[in-house]
């Protein structure tokens, strides 16, 4: 990893250092359209927590691999071969059959939906800001992904779809809970959502799903790869406290979220960073940050 230490290798996922205290996470199974499987849950899970923890890094972009598609979403075929959707046939399959107890078929398949829910939800829970490039087909477990992510920016050929009610369920890993508290406008979530109809770039910026639309996905990436360069010049400890507290106050009350950040203040203002970024203005110099 930059700054020293080893960087792990992932089977379905290409991560990189581009520049000082930059990660950029590719998921590389350009072949399939960059669909999930199930080892690949578990492994973006290991790539975001590790990526938390380290010290030099302090902002991830997140791409898909090839020219084609952000993510498809779920590998249906290989889904329905093993994992959770195999569960489910199997069950179904069975019927009232005196072998199948009900309760216990949905004990496993609870606890299977809860771990995936938990692998997308490291991104979320990374303390380092995320941002999410997105390009070409972005559908199902895409949607799900990138709100979890804390900017998104868009190649204007990214066709969008919350695909799950075509394969018969409901999106089930995060975008129900995600999607209305990132675009505010909870009919417009409930049309794409219960349709499945395509959306596409603009609508997606119009309705405040993406920050930018840029022309292609190499300038979507490089812009994205900007973002985070600037964010990473910034005191990491005022970064990652800024992300934990809005993200705190999304799911609570105003008095709740000033509550908690003043207790968060009352040990981040003892930080030597507050001292280094105002005398840096002073000085009219870049300031430099310890890792943390």
Same mark, same amino acid.
């Given at each position: 990893?930059?700054?020293?230490?080893?960087?792990?290798? /992932?089977?379905?996922?290409?991560?990189? &250092?581009?520049?000082?205290?930059v990660?950029?996470?590719?998921?590389? *199974?350009?072949?399939?359209?960059?669909?999930? !499987?199930?080892?690949?849950?578990?492994?973006?899970?290991?790539?975001?927590? @590790?990526?938390? /923890?380290?010290?030099?890094? *302090?902002?991830?972009?997140?791409?898909?691999?090839?020219?084609?598609?952000? @993510?498809?979403?779920?590998?249906?075929?290989?889904?329905?071969?093993?994992?959770?959707?195999?569960?489910?046939?199997?069950?179904?399959?069975?019927?009232?059959?005196?072998?199948?107890?009900?309760? #216990?078929?949905? @004990?496993?398949?609870? #606890?299977?939906?809860?771990?995936f829910?938990?692998?997308?939800?490291?991104?979320?829970?990374?303390?380092?800001?995320?941002?999410?490039?997105?390009? +070409? /087909?972005?559908?199902?477990?895409?949607?799900?992904?990138?709100?979890?992510?804390?900017?998104?920016?868009?190649?204007?050929?990214?066709? &969008?779809?919350v695909?799950?009610?075509?394969?018969?369920?409901?999106?089930?890993?995060g975008?129900l809970?995600?999607?209305?508290?990132? !675009?505010?406008?909870? +009919?417009?979530?409930?049309?794409?959502?219960?349709?499945?109809?395509?959306?596409?770039?603009?609508?997606?910026?119009?309705? +405040?799903?993406?920050?930018?639309?840029? +022309?292609?996905?190499?300038?979507?990436?490089?812009?994205?790869?900007?973002?985070?360069g600037?964010?990473?010049?910034?005191?990491?400890?005022?970064?990652?406290?800024?992300?934990?507290?809005?993200?705190?106050? #999304?799911?609570? @009350?105003?008095?709740?979220?000033?509550? /908690?950040?003043?207790?968060?203040?009352?040990?981040?203002?003892?930080?030597?960073?507050?001292?280094?970024?105002?005398?840096?203005g002073?000085?009219?110099?870049?300031?430099?940050?310890?890792?943390?």
């Open positions: 990893m930059a700054g020293g230490s080893s960087t792990p290798s /992932y089977k379905h996922f290409n991560v990189t &250092f581009p520049q000082q205290y990660a950029h996470v590719e998921i590389s *199974r350009a072949n399939k359209l960059n669909s999930f !499987v199930e080892a690949m849950w578990r492994e973006i899970r290991d790539i975001f927590q @590790t990526l938390s /923890y380290s010290p030099a890094v *302090r902002a991830i972009v997140l791409t898909g691999a090839g020219p084609k598609a952000f @993510t498809t979403g779920l590998d249906v075929q290989a889904a329905f071969q093993s994992g959770v959707l195999a569960q489910v046939s199997s069950s179904s399959s069975a019927g009232h059959s005196a072998q199948l107890d009900g309760a #216990r078929a949905a @004990t496993q398949i609870r #606890r299977s939906i809860a771990d829910q938990d692998c997308l939800s490291a991104v979320e829970r990374c303390e380092k800001p995320v941002i999410c490039v997105m390009h +070409g /087909y972005t559908l199902g477990l895409g949607i799900d992904l990138s709100t979890c992510a804390d900017v998104r920016i868009c190649a204007r050929d990214t066709r &969008f779809s695909k799950e009610v075509d394969i018969g369920i409901a999106a089930d890993v975008t809970s995600r999607l209305p508290k990132v !675009v505010g406008n909870f +009919g417009w979530v409930k049309e794409v959502c219960l349709s499945a109809r395509m959306f596409g770039a603009e609508e997606a910026l119009r309705i +405040g799903f993406v920050n930018s639309v840029l +022309g292609s996905k190499e300038e979507a990436v490089t812009e994205g790869l900007k973002m985070a600037a964010i990473a010049e910034k005191s990491p400890v005022a970064v990652q406290g800024t992300k934990e507290l809005l993200n705190w106050s #999304r799911d609570h @009350t105003v008095a709740d979220g000033l509550r /908690y950040t003043g207790i968060w203040n009352s040990a981040a203002l003892q930080s030597n960073d507050v001292s280094a970024a105002m005398l840096s002073v000085q009219k110099k870049m300031p430099r940050f310890e890792k943390l």
